[in-house]
């Protein structure tokens, strides 16, 4: 079993800036793709952006040239630098991750989700 925890989130003022961070944790044995997903009120929650193990690292178009994402595969880390935040970046924010358990078994994990909350 993987468990997937999330910190990081808060209140923020339009343009400001906040840093997520998500720690797997349990019986892994390697993680292919890491990525943070949002969902707003009333609406589906979407992909914010994706790095896999080999480094490549996939935005949604909302979000490019503001937000970075970032992994420390030696924690098992994943992280999100939002930058020029903005109204509409109010979500929570979830942390997803897939890959193999040391007993081979395939797991695909979310954290608990964590709010981010951009207001004047």
């Known amino acids: 079993q993987v468990q997937l925890v999330e910190s990081g989130g808060g209140l923020v003022q339009p343009g400001g800036s906040l840093r997520l961070s998500c720690a797997a944790s349990g019986t892994i044995f390697s993680i292919n793709t890491m990525a943070w997903y949002r969902q707003a009120p009333g609406k589906e929650r979407e992909l914010v952006a994706r790095?896999?193990?080999?480094?490549?690292?996939n935005y949604a178009d909302s979000v490019k040239g503001r937000f970075t994402i970032s992994r420390d595969n030696a924690k098992n880390a994943v992280y999100l630098q939002m930058n020029i935040l903005q109204p509409e970046d109010t979500a929570v924010y979830y942390c997803?991750?897939?890959?193999?358990?040391?007993?081979?078994?395939?797991?695909?994990?979310w954290g608990q989700g964590t709010q981010v909350t951009v207001s004047s």
């Open positions: 997803n991750a897939y890959g193999r358990t040391r007993g081979w078994n395939a797991f695909d994990s």
């Open positions: 790095i896999n193990s080999g480094g490549d690292i």
